[in-house]
Every structure is written in structure tokens, then in C-alpha cells.
């Protein structure tokens, strides 16, 4: 028996036994989405409710499962700080019950390590040990780096977790881990629209040959991907690693061989999809996976020619404003990293960014281009840092336009049923005449 081995052997533990190493006001902090040490959390759920443990807090970015954590009952036990808000944690930070955490995705681990100071706990779900002591970080390296510094390591050790490259936790470094065989998250990916497709279409036009790109999360998104299966010698450095990246890779579209820098390798922090996915990522050495203050940094990122940035948004108004993360006042999503990979892509040799959506919501009844953001509403991207502006009805470049020929452009890509009333609005603030 080797060392590592041994030493696997002796930090072993139950979920009962794991969930012992906690005590009261915790600070705990994972990696993202479907490493989120579930099996973990729930016995620590048990736990805090039968032994009356307070005031533990659990940070994760973009929770991808119900779990019993967030309950109700459970918010004098365990309270929930999200660093980007999903579906399974909207309605508690609506509620009062949880609470969302602002910043630039690339920003987290410094936030964690010159604000929140090292946590109590890190803890994640990871593939399982290699022969040298290792154990990947899988699906999300993204908040890897935090765990130096914490007080105590402890996983979950789940044998469905693909093997990736790049960020790895050694043994040594853990307190303990437990194991599960339980399958890991899938998530499908959304149904794409006409809309999308004609969005796509006009996006792919702007991408050449030899590109970077960085795919955000969303019908359009795949919708671009699936318009570049006549490109070539395309490149990843993207947060995120979506399904659609398998395809162009296996249509050899993405190849990374114009890449400046992780040449042929496609570099990103995490993915969500299909076990597909999953299973084209195991061990495969042309893609890695890096904690996200690296792959998001705007100075990394720019050192790749050609970026392309493609993201959503829920609103613009007519100064070029962007809301990508709330309805009004209300957490709907997160920041994310949609400011560091526009400010990377400005900053890069011919690159470009892209911000889509749907010109109107609720079957054409509400405009989302308007004259200001909705009351409340949270200014993601500045006016200063928008590129292109694309709808289903056309694409708006608005950097070096002035404020009257950005609401101009912006009118025209709008949904016909509200550009008079735009043009009017438009008139009353004077940035049209």
C-alpha cells in the first residue's frame, strides 16, 4: 500500500462522521454548480437541526439542486450567500431567507482573500484519487484557489465526477472526505429558438477564422455555436465549458491552434450539461480547467488575439445601459463573468464582444430595449464597455457612437411595436431631435 493510499484509508469517513468537523458560525465555501458537496450538506442539515447548530454560512456560485439547507426551517441553522443566483436559490434571497453576494466572477477568491478572510471549511465534490494522491476538481476548478488558508478540507469523493485536468487537491492538504457514487448533476441545455438561430446567424457573420471565443450560458449562445460549423482553426477561453464546445471540437472547428496562449488546449473554469459532455472532458488532455481569478482575468484573456465574447442580457436602454442580472430590484442571476470577458475581449488584438437577447418578453408585450432600465434595476455593463447590441431584428455596434446614435441604432433593433413610442421617449430626454 502506497502513502497516499494509507493515508486515503485513514481520512475516510461517514457522512456523520464529516459533518461532527463543523461547529457553530462556520464559514463554509465551495467550488460552483455541480460540485457542491451535496451528500455533505445534507447530513451537516441533520446535524445542525438535531445538535441546534447556529449561524453556519455556506457560499457556493450558482447552485444547481433543491437541497435541504435552504429550507425554511433550516435559517437560524444555515444560512445560504450565493455568488451568482440560479433557480434553486432565487425564491429564498427573494424571501429574505438567503442572500446574494455581488461581485465579478473573476473577483471572487480576491474578495474571499483580502475582504472575507480565509473560511472554516472548504469543501467540494471532486473525482476520485489518482495513483499519485490527487483528486480533480471536475466539473469547477473556478473557486479552487480559496481553500488555501482554510481551516479544514473535507470532500466528497463522487466516483461519476469526470477527471479533468489542471486544478487538483492533494490528500495531504484534506481533513477528511467521504465517498458517494450518487450521479452527478445533469442539466439539458435549452430548446433554441427561430429567434435564436437568426441571432446566431447574424453573430457568426462577425466571427473570423482563427477566433477565440468565450460561450456564455443560454439558447443563443448554442445558437451561435451551431452557426460556426464553417469556421476554422477556432479557440476556447471561456468560463464555461457548454455542450456545443464538444461539437465544434469534434467537427475539428475548434482546434485552439491560433491561440496565444494555452495553445491547443481549451481553458475554462467550469461546465454544467449532458453526461456527454462529461464524459468527453474525462481525462482529456486538451482541455483544462483553471481556478476562475486566472481564466476570467481581463489581462489574461487579452493576450489571446480575436476574442470573441458572446453574452445575454435581460434589458438595455437607449444610453446603452445593460442589466443582465435583475428584474427591478430583484436577484434573478449574478454578475458573473460577463464584465471581465468584455473588458478582455476590448482589450485584445481585433476582438469584439456581444450582447444578446430577445427584443421583447411576454408575447411581444413588453419591450427590453427602454428608454431607461426599469426602476431599481442594477447596471451590469456599463454603456462604456458595450460593443454590439444584437436583438432578433438586427445588431447595434455602440462603441463610438454618441449618445444620440446609440438610441438611434438601438431603436432600429427593436421590436416594431415599440419603436415610435421609443423615438418619443428618445425626444423627451433630447438624445434625439
Not at 90 to 114: F, K, M, N, Q, T
Amino acid at each position: 500500500m502506497s502513502l497516499w493510499e494509507k493515508m486515503y484509508q485513514d481520512k475516510r469517513m461517514t457522512p456523520e462522521e464529516a459533518a461532527a468537523l463543523f461547529k457553530s458560525g462556520d464559514v463554509c465555501v465551495s467550488n460552483g454548480q455541480v460540485t457542491e458537496p451535496v451528500e455533505l450538506l445534507e447530513a451537516l442539515a441533520k446535524r445542525a437541526l438535531t445538535e441546534d447548530l447556529r449561524d453556519i454560512r455556506h457560499y457556493i456560485l450558482l447552485p444547481l439542486r433543491n437541497q435541504r439547507y435552504m429550507a425554511e426551517e433550516m435559517q437560524p441553522h444555515l444560512h445560504h450567500v450565493s455568488h451568482f443566483v440560479s433557480g434553486f436559490d432565487r425564491e429564498a434571497i427573494w424571501e429574505g431567507r438567503a442572500e446574494y453576494l455581488p461581485s465579478h466572477y473573476s473577483r471572487v477568491p480576491s474578495v474571499w482573500r483580502d475582504v472575507l478572510g480565509a473560511p472554516d471549511v472548504f469543501y467540494c465534490t471532486t473525482a476520485p484519487m489518482d495513483r499519485h494522491g490527487y483528486f480533480s476538481c471536475g466539473t469547477a476548478a473556478d473557486l479552487s484557489e480559496i481553500r488555501k488558508g482554510a481551516k479544514k478540507i473535507i470532500l466528497v469523493v463522487n466516483s461519476t465526477m469526470p477527471r479533468t485536468l489542471g486544478s487538483q487537491i492533494h490528500i495531504r492538504e484534506i481533513d477528511g472526505f467521504i465517498e458517494s457514487a450518487a450521479p452527478i448533476t445533469e442539466v439539458a441545455p435549452p430548446p433554441i429558438t427561430e429567434d435564436d438561430k437568426t441571432i446566431g446567424a447574424m453573430i457568426a457573420e462577425q466571427i473570423p477564422d482563427g477566433a477565440t471565443l468565450q460561450l456564455g450560458i443560454g439558447g443563443i449562445p448554442n445558437a451561435v455555436a451551431q452557426a460556426l460549423m464553417d469556421k476554422k482553426d477556432l479557440g476556447v477561453h471561456s468560463e464555461m465549458f457548454c455542450d456545443s464546445i464538444v461539437d465544434l471540437t469534434l467537427a475539428g472547428v475548434i482546434t485552439n491552434g491560433c491561440k496565444n496562449i494555452h495553445r491547443d488546449k481549451s481553458t475554462v473554469t467550469f461546465t454544467f450539461g449532458s453526461r456527454a459532455t462529461y464524459d468527453f472532458i474525462d481525462d482529456n488532455p486538451s482541455v483544462e480547467f483553471l481556478p476562475v481569478d486566472y481564466v476570467n482575468d481581463p489581462r489574461i484573456i487579452a493576450q489571446n488575439d480575436k476574442v470573441i465574447s458572446i453574452n445575454s442580457c435581460m434589458e438595455v436602454d437607449l444610453f446603452g445601459q445593460v442589466c443582465a442580472e435583475t428584474i427591478g430590484p430583484k436577484n434573478f442571476s449574478g454578475v458573473g463573468g460577463q464584465m471581465d470577458f468584455i473588458r478582455g475581449a476590448a482589450a485584445s488584438k481585433g476582438g469584439k464582444s456581444f450582447l444578446a437577447f430577445k427584443s421583447s418578453a411576454k408575447g411581444g408585450t413588453i419591450t427590453k430595449i427602454k428608454p431607461v432600465l426599469t426602476p431599481g434595476a442594477c447596471v451590469t455593463t456599463t454603456r462604456n464597455d458595450v460593443d454590439f447590441i444584437v436583438t432578433e431584428y438586427g445588431m447595434a455596434q455602440l462603441r463610438g457612437k454618441t449618445c444620440g446614435e446609440r438610441a438611434k441604432a438601438l431603436i432600429a433593433i427593436a421590436h416594431p411595436n415599440f419603436r415610435e413610442e421609443l423615438t418619443a421617449e428618445a425626444k423627451k430626454m433630447h438624445l434625439i431631435f
